[in-house]
């Protein structure tokens, strides 16, 4: 049983800051990968950033690159998604998900935090 809670969502004005934060009920080293999702209304839910442990390495979607940072603090047991120079094509519903092998898909799942760009 993984439990994964997000946090950090709000309204925010373009070009604005915003840290996202999913705590995860045991440690994130012991996950395959952890990562960030989004899903915009009327949008398919597509990948935003992930963090691969066994070798520390980050991916990210073209549209997020340069602007957003995935990162962990594994005492803590969080991951964390800092978003910088937020666009109102960010708008969305974000979700933390872990991938427990690199044999299986993103099985565990958070409820989501909104986050809401104007401009």
């Known amino acids: 049983q993984v439990q994964l809670v997000e946090s950090g969502g709000g309204l925010v004005q373009a070009g604005d800051s915003l840290r996202l934060s999913c705590t995860c009920s045991r440690q994130t080293f012991s996950h395959y990968a952890m990562g960030w999702f989004r899903q915009a209304p009327g949008k398919e839910r597509d990948v935003v950033a992930t963090?691969?442990?066994?070798?520390?390495?980050?991916y990210y979607a073209d549209s997020v690159k340069g602007r957003f940072t995935i990162s962990a603090d594994n005492a803590k047991n969080t991951v964390y998604l800092q978003m910088n120079s937020l666009k109102p094509e960010d708008t969305a519903l974000y979700y933390c998900?872990?991938?427990?092998?690199?044999?299986?898909?993103?099985?565990?799942w958070g409820q989501g935090t909104q986050v809401t760009v104007s401009s």
């Open positions: 963090i691969t442990w066994s070798d520390d390495t980050a």
């Open positions: 998900a872990s991938r427990s092998t690199r044999w299986s898909r993103y099985d565990y």
